[in-house]
């Protein structure tokens, strides 16, 4: 079903941008489990918006309620469910343009799906505000992954034609603006801010890295570690390309270039290179799994575009109003780590299907 | 679950490189569908070994045995089910390197997952030669597109560095080595065979795309047609990247350029550029649907890597033996078509639990 | 997933007997329904607590608040969620008994599942107050359903020894104690009466029809209606039993006396007798469908009883206090409505994918 | 989706009354799990035909031929399938009366559904032929719980009105006509004698119970163990009710008498009677679980019966030709013993999620 993900753990997702809240279920996290309420506070406030210069002045303290679930923040077996209220909604900002799809924008398919019956202010369920509640369940994942010594870091790894240098390690995770080279950093920004000053957007590409993996996580064929991050990696807005390892560049090598030979490493399995992402046949090795995403610039700009009227189908020009990122590739990074978290702890579990656990039953 | 894929019809795919036989099921075709089983078996056999310089030696009839599902070649509403039986199969190839992984292949993983219980004989479930029943269920799906005027067609787009020009139609499908410009294409084949002849192999892209496709089909979130497309095709063998439209070349743009502005042709909608690959939010938009796959050199390579033996630990030097391709683009064509024609026809057909069909029932 | 239901549409249910809420999502409902929220309330009151003698005394409005999916009260397409605050909650009740479980309850299972960490407030996400939310979804689905000229009422049949007479139709739905006798209905309130007098309970049997069903629902094997509405009606807590038709009846009749033979009334096939319930081969046949569930006699009841200490595994006797239900079945038959609702909902549109809808198709 | 089943193991059933073969596809299933081929078939051996007076004529030696999943009888982690070729075939038998649907068999439904191009012969993919399939999967599934000290055992409870007495224990699972009392037994083989001497048909009930369950299996709600068996069992042909534990007679007790207490027996949690089937909110309590099903007589008959003409809607007499059982119910105790072992052991698969399987991961 399409607002849900999930084999071992079912995620769903609800919420509009601007119903009365937005949210999430996420059901079969194991009972038992404390989660860090601050810990998840301070994951969420890296999506959240209105920060800085280059992001929509939309101020949502995005804090969840907790509707159940949990007891004293541990979990209890049942269906965790939060919500978010969307509070500063201003629904008059789209009232102009209801029936005149934005380019780039789902307005036009919602509208041929639901039959001129979608809730189109801000995007409806097709908005950007939706992965907030994708940062709750991540968020929530990311903590019983680090129990289990697994990490997932991301960076930004372009913005437009500029691209971050050096490989990436956990202290990046920390900035604000999520870069190895602090440097190449500031170029981005003030790439940013240039688009803006034109009333224009920019996209970027992220990498992601989990560190720590057992090898076995995955399954052959269609629920390989490849489908199922893709799977929910595609569920956040505008992303449109996803590689792994060496993903596209791998295409150009020669099979003995590309191939990651073993070695042995105190009793470990580990290989030269990791051109395959640390993922084989779907199949973790215990290598670093590593992806990159393309976001595409942000839809939403100020310049005027051709589009037309739904109802009449005639041409017109179209100026969009509101507030809006010119690059939504920062705010993007802690959404494309929570994609990954949910799918990461989902095939842990499934994992465990699998390993003999006859001792653990109690009869 | 793992070979199992879909959601309004399911496909479940069977077998081992040299198990007795491979095979197919695929549950939830309409009763009443004719199906030409020379198109089928004329789409199978692109995708079939040995017919040529730079693919493998092993002749595969690659006759699929239909067991159940169609009376007089027209579907009864029962599953299908489709049966290849493995004839020219060479176990003693494999057994040299039982316990020796292969640099690139799925061995050292599959005997994590299955510890050391795995059929590794030519790659057992993870082989390149489970893609025939997916072409088996992707050659029906394309005909009942086919049918409702969705055509899905694909070209190499590159091979190594060299890279494929023009812009797809439905001729390509038509060649051997399916490429626009056949120039380019003499030049990739010659590449082919120079890696080969070094006991190298290379990778390539392809590039995928439907036409006719209805506006509506997919669905927001975990369910768009990049999430779907995604799930089914990263279940081929060696494909290690995905982007849809303009892909990673939109994240190097600005929003201005990258928008697909509207404009009306003959009372339909259409826009300018199709960067966004006929997907808006998850959503066709009634424009040509394009993708683009990375794949990998096949990773059987005749020069010595290193590895281990999976039962001390202890490293050894492996070299293969045994009958492979130097490049599997070629025969991955036929593939991504048959994936693609599976994830949209499932979406198809959820579309139609959207449209009223209320007069359509009979009381 | 254990708290979601639904094939064509997905239910998923939330919330413990004493969390801050308990709610209910809902996907997949076609946009552009609207649905009238006093006949929704109406229904809900039907199943609410605290309205006579024999129910429990627990107060609950059980005013679902609508967070997403409506826009003035019509569906937009995106995910219906709904939720309930739970406020007269009494926690202390529950405390004396914590890790000593109620026999006839989930509060042992629980312990066992969920390794101590579960809800045992008022039974959690065990509590009967989960059907809250199913009956949220199911008056929806009712009211869709009602559009399509299919209607679904029932009644009590029996509690304890007691039987109710004659046959089922839609005036029943409107009593407070759903029976054809009524003064049969009066000697079962008096039944229950006694038995609470006693610090004791009692259970019977609620019968469901749907009528106005179109032939053709349902599927073979495992999607059979018999299959999906049995998965979704064992989910309301105390129902031990289902039967189709004749049921158990059935099997002791000849086959000559059980088979409903055709015949053709204005053009329509119908069947002279309906031991099949309106369900042949899991699918309807456009007769009534008709199902009978047992209702357990509510476990909570004031006698003494025998349990043990969870932690010292020490036998002890329980005394239970609190507010109880002597009786759940009047309760409980808007929810077997309810969950036949969803089920014959999703049935409804999963008929449409086969229905060919080509011509509904915008290009 | 229709002929699948499971969670945790994905059960595909395929094939056709007369289509070249019959078969199943059972996913998941750990690595390394050695079947007993010699077991396997002397179960499949008690659900065969043509052994005795009461069963039809038809003979098929019902060998599966596993087609991959195996590696020297032990699993391999790939998807096991195996099929069963039909070869006493004699489709004529069917010809007569294709467009005249047979009371009590699926012949209408089924051509509503898949408007008039379902196989009909012997009732297409409806046939309890399709039975044989789930007993292969069943058959593997109870070995794998035998290994976890589970039995499933079954028996005939009642013939028409005569009843099976007695408690059940493993040494009924030897006999031919599965009673405690072979006394009973032979009357209930004599009334199917006299039914069939008439042309007539009786149907019975079944009792199915799993011991050495441990407790913690099955998940509240949807995914409870009543859900899963009913869903699964609702599957084998002609079963039209399915009660738990004390299931309808619950209905008629009180509380006090209903409700299981507990005792401590060696440390171990125990309840003084049974009445709950072992399932608590959905989930084992270590207790017998305990079902019985209501089976409908044998819709084939040999007396005259009203129908009618599809084509035309006209009535018709119909006679049935052809070979059936004047009592199903023998032969469709290993059927549910079968649906009864899938659910519990993909119910045990899906607990080990829950189990904190942590030192297991080879990093």
Redesign the interface.
């Known amino acids: 079903?399409?607002?849900?993900?999930?084999?071992?753990?079912?995620l769903?997702?609800?919420?509009?941008s601007h119903?009365?809240?937005?949210?999430m279920?996420l059901?079969?996290i194991?009972?038992?489990e404390s989660i860090c309420m601050e810990t998840l506070k301070r994951f969420l406030s890296r999506r959240a918006p209105g920060k800085n210069d280059w992001s929509t002045k939309r101020k949502e303290a995005d804090e969840p309620?907790?509707?159940?679930?949990f007891?004293n923040n541990?979990?209890?077996?049942?269906?965790?469910?939060a919500?978010i209220r969307n509070t500063d909604t201003r629904k008059g900002d789209y009232e102009s343009f209801s029936y005149i799809?934005r380019?780039?924008?789902?307005d036009?398919?919602?509208f041929?799906?639901?039959?001129?019956?979608?809730?189109h202010s801000g995007g409806?369920?097709?908005s950007g505000r939706?992965t907030a509640p994708l940062c709750i369940a991540g968020g929530i994942c990311k903590q019983l992954l680090m129990r289990?010594?697994i990490n997932i870091i991301s960076r930004i790894k372009?913005i437009?034609?500029l691209e971050d240098s050096g490989d990436l390690d956990r202290s990046t995770a920390e900035k604000d603006f999520p870069v190895i080279d602090d440097g190449q950093g500031k170029l981005m920004q003030e790439y940013i801010l240039w688009?803006k000053s034109r009333g224009?957007?920019?996209?970027?590409?992220i990498e992601c890295v989990a560190t720590?993996?057992?090898?076995?996580l995955g399954?052959?064929?269609?629920?390989?570690m490849?489908?199922r991050i893709?799977?929910?990696v595609?569920?956040i807005?505008a992303?449109?390309?996803?590689?792994?390892?060496?993903?596209?560049a791998?295409?150009?090598?020669?099979?003995?270039r590309?191939?990651?030979?073993?070695?042995?490493e105190n009793?470990?399995?580990r290989?030269?290179t990791n051109?395959?992402?640390g993922?084989?046949?779907?199949?973790?090795?215990?290598m670093p799994l590593c992806f990159r995403v393309?976001?595409?610039?942000?839809?939403?700009?100020a310049?005027s575009?051709?589009?037309?009227d739904e109802t009449t189908?005639?041409?017109t020009e179209l100026l969009i109003p509101g507030r809006h990122d010119p690059c939504i590739v920062p705010r993007a990074v802690p959404c494309v780590e929570a994609a990954a978290a949910v799918a990461i702890y989902d095939a842990l579990?499934?994992?465990?299907?699998?390993?003999?656990?006859?001792s653990?039953?109690?009869?």
């Open positions: 079903m399409s607002s849900s993900y999930g084999e071992n753990i079912k769903t997702i609800f919420g509009q119903s009365p809240a937005i949210g279920t059901e079969g194991p009972a038992g309620e907790f509707l159940c679930g007891i541990t979990t209890c077996g049942a269906p965790i469910t919500i799809p380019p780039g924008h789902a036009y398919t919602a041929v799906k639901y039959g001129g019956f979608e809730d409806g369920h097709f939706l289990e010594g372009s437009g034609p688009a224009d957007s920019v996209g970027g590409t720590g993996l057992p090898a076995g399954d052959p064929m269609f629920d390989g490849e489908n893709s799977q929910i595609f569920g807005p992303i449109k390309g996803i590689e792994f390892g060496a993903g596209f791998a295409a150009k090598m020669t099979g003995s590309n191939n990651d030979q073993f070695f042995i009793g470990t399995v290989t030269l051109h395959s992402g993922i084989l046949g779907g199949i973790t090795n215990g393309a976001v595409k610039p942000t839809p939403s700009i310049v575009q051709k589009s037309f189908l005639k041409e579990l499934g994992r465990r299907k699998e390993l003999n656990g006859n653990g039953y109690s009869k």
